[in-house]
């Protein structure tokens, strides 16, 4: 059952101002499965945003189909291997969490593909640039400098992972193959792709505290005004 007009419903969380009465609330309605990943996360502030995150999505996907609980929702593994919904196939969803931030996108009509990530991520950048990044992407880098080209960097990042978590093929093979363009966080296009996205691909960046962003990806869905944004204050609120 559909409860409003919008196609896509994206939640973005940061999780520092979360606390334990969010956590526990959080634990509550996951399943064991769920719960058994969340301890084996080694630090509790891992634990606390993959917590979090699988809430939110179980909080959006209830905001589409209200008589599900929170906690009654299973997941499975699709033939695509992309994560899916059991018993509602016209449902799709991507899930992301990087340290303090994370997001969901819920989708009843087309694919969607969400990635966060901030710029104070440990990495040599260097060596990734021909590795991850398209003949035009470099050809940008090499116009910037210090935390603008790291930011950039990161921008193509999330956006190559969300496009192809969208797709349900994964992080493989040459991401270098995939390219973007970005006039603005609402104007991006692809210049290059590991299969073609169709007519209908949305591409957006949310821009969250500090050096961090969050990427969406939507496949068959015609554009900006069908996605509604919502940056939560907490997960249940």
């Not at 059952?1 to 896509?8: A, S």
Request: net charge negative; aromatic share 8%.
């Amino acid at each position: 059952m559909r409860t409003g007009l919008q196609k896509v419903r994206v939640r973005i969380l940061e999780t520092n101002g979360s606390g334990a009465q969010d956590l526990d609330a959080a634990l509550a309605i996951l399943s064991e499965e769920e719960l058994e990943r969340f301890r084996n996360y080694h630090f509790a502030r891992d634990r606390k945003d993959y917590a979090l995150a699988h809430a939110l999505l179980r909080r959006t996907l209830s905001d589409f189909a209200p008589e599900t609980e929170r906690g009654a929702w299973q997941f499975e593994t699709r033939a695509s291997g992309k994560p899916g919904v059991i018993a509602r196939p016209d449902l799709d969803f991507s899930l992301t969490h990087t340290r303090g931030l994370v997001a969901c996108a819920v989708a009843d009509t087309g694919l969607v593909g969400i990635d966060a990530e901030t710029d104070e991520r440990p990495l040599d950048m260097e060596p990734l640039f021909r590795e991850v990044c398209s003949p035009g992407e470099r050809q940008e880098l090499a116009t910037l400098t210090g935390l603008a080209r790291t930011s950039r960097f990161f921008d193509f990042w999330t956006l190559k992972e969300a496009y192809l978590k969208a797709r349900g093929v994964g992080i493989t093979g040459d991401l270098s193959l995939t390219g973007f363009t970005i006039a603005d966080d609402g104007n991006i296009r692809l210049e290059a792709a590991r299969g073609q996205p169709g007519p209908d691909a949305t591409f957006c960046i949310y821009r969250c505290s500090g050096p961090a962003r969050v990427a969406l990806a939507t496949l068959g869905i015609t554009g900006p005004h069908d996605i509604e944004v919502t940056k939560a204050a907490k997960w249940n609120a």
